[in-house]
């Protein structure tokens, strides 16, 4: 129900746009979180917007590089990613948190994509 895509290859410096199109449902009135998993490395938290999009979190890591954003007219959540650098390589993932509030753990999100692959050269 959750597919993402814009994943690929980039050059440190970089920029690429990851999109989260949702279907079989509306998640119009769910918060909705981008994480990433890095080779042996926990799966963490990087952005979260709620449902009106008046709420935003980001990762100290990716502040300031990386913006959430929502267009629920086409149920599409987009991850626009700057500046990237080697260190975010990962598999990253959009999920939908259908409680109240913003969902900050990976255990407050109900539905997952199956990732798509970020690689940062150096």
């Known amino acids: 129900q959750l597919v993402e895509s814009g994943g690929g290859l980039v050059q440190a410096g970089g920029s690429l746009r990851l999109s989260c199109a949702a279907s079989?449902?509306?998640?119009?009135?769910?918060?909705m979180g981008w994480f990433r998993q890095a080779p042996g490395k926990e799966r963490e938290l990087i952005a979260a917007i709620n449902w009106s999009g008046a709420i935003i979190y980001y990762g100290d890591s990716v502040k300031g590089r990386f913006t959430i954003s929502r267009d629920d007219a086409k149920n599409t959540v987009y991850l626009q990613m700057n500046s990237l650098k080697p260190e975010d390589t990962a598999v990253y993932y959009c999920?939908?948190?259908?409680?109240?509030?913003?969902?900050?753990?990976?255990?407050?999100?109900?539905?997952w994509g199956q990732g798509t692959q970020v690689t940062v050269s150096s």
């Open positions: 999920a939908a948190d259908r409680g109240y509030g913003l969902g900050l753990t990976v255990r407050e999100y109900d539905y």
């Open positions: 079989g449902r509306t998640f119009g009135n769910y918060a």
